[in-house]
């Protein structure tokens, strides 16, 4: 009886489209309403490429010791300046070693040794005022009057940087529960569990990724990567409302055919949305300027990340979750 039920729901699977009419669309549809791919046979293999993911991550922060914080979380002054001409970053480096300079660090964030981002430690009594005025000195003095600009100056203190941490790392968490809760409320505790595991799933992916290229973490990421908890949990809410519409249609077949025909049926949004989203999140990391790398990158993988566990994470957990409560 078993094995005719899953012949049946792989058929359904195959010609679930057939089975149920739906009408077609006027727009253009970028794959078929129903392709019949079994995604949850691919669960498992892609829940061992999510735990590498993660266990990557969490390697990364170790392996260098933390992110790569900002002016806004590490405190300190950041001056950004531009010369007309090339110049060594050595030279940068030579002008900025005075007593009342700790810990300069230079970077090239042209590209063309024109443009750089010179970032000094916080102090306990310096004021960024009084550091930024230090390093224009110094510039001043090594290459002379008015030979750079001053394009940016960033300045925070200390304790205002491990504040500002603390409220960016409840803003995330809060996020990510918030949104799991809604879930519940609207679906089910099966369906809470799943989003809220996939959005943690997305947050320590997209950080890992910064740390692993050596991303500025700052506000603006933060603020990219509650956009990633948003952008994820509502391809989230649109898979869990097609599951729930095909439970109702497919009552007889089992949950796991049932869920590959609603992301099947689903799957042609998806692209469409998620692909639209990252085209124009790659263009803006490719011609946004460095100003905004570190946020346009947040956005970029988190996006990805977040189509994949809508998918690959968040149904599978709700399936696991559905046949052990089935059990008991």
Do not use: C
């Amino acid at each position: 009886m078993k094995s005719t039920r899953t012949a049946q729901g792989q058929e359904r699977l195959q010609h679930g489209a057939a089975a149920t009419p739906r009408q077609a669309p006027t727009f253009f549809q970028l794959i078929p309403p129903n392709p019949g791919i079994d995604f949850i046979k691919l669960s498992p293999k892609m829940a061992i490429a999510s735990t590498i993911l993660v266990l990557l991550s969490f390697s990364s922060l170790f392996y260098r010791g933390g992110l790569n914080y900002g002016i806004d979380f590490a405190g300190g002054t950041m001056v950004e300046v531009r010369f007309p001409q090339a110049v060594a970053v050595g030279d940068v480096r030579a002008a900025l070693e005075q007593p009342d300079i700790r810990e300069a660090t230079v970077q090239d964030i042209g590209g063309g040794s024109n443009d750089f981002q010179i970032r000094v430690q916080a102090g306990e009594t310096e004021m960024g005022s009084a550091v930024a005025d230090a390093v224009k000195r110094g510039l001043q003095a090594k290459f002379g009057e008015g030979s750079f600009d001053v394009l940016r100056v960033e300045a925070v203190g200390p304790k205002v940087g491990k504040e500002l941490w603390r409220q960016a790392l409840l803003a995330v968490l809060a996020s990510t529960v918030v949104m799991g809760i809604y879930i519940w409320i609207k679906f089910n505790l099966a369906f809470g569990i799943g989003a809220a595991v996939a959005l943690l799933h997305d947050v320590l992916i997209t950080v890992g990724a910064l740390l692993v290229f050596n991303m500025e973490f700052d506000l603006t990421t933060v603020a990219a990567l509650l956009t990633v908890v948003g952008f994820s949990v509502n391809d989230t809410v649109i898979i869990s409302d097609r599951i729930r519409e095909s439970r109702i249609r497919m009552r007889k077949e089992p949950l796991e055919t049932v869920m590959n025909v609603a992301i099947n049926e689903t799957l042609s949004r998806t692209i469409i949305n998620s692909g639209t989203a990252i085209l124009v999140t790659a263009a803006l990391y490719a011609l946004g300027g460095p100003v905004i790398h570190s946020f346009a990158f947040a956005l970029l993988v988190g996006f990805i990340i977040g189509t994949y566990s809508s998918i690959f994470v968040a149904t599978p957990i709700v399936l696991a979750v559905e046949r052990r409560t089935a059990r008991r």
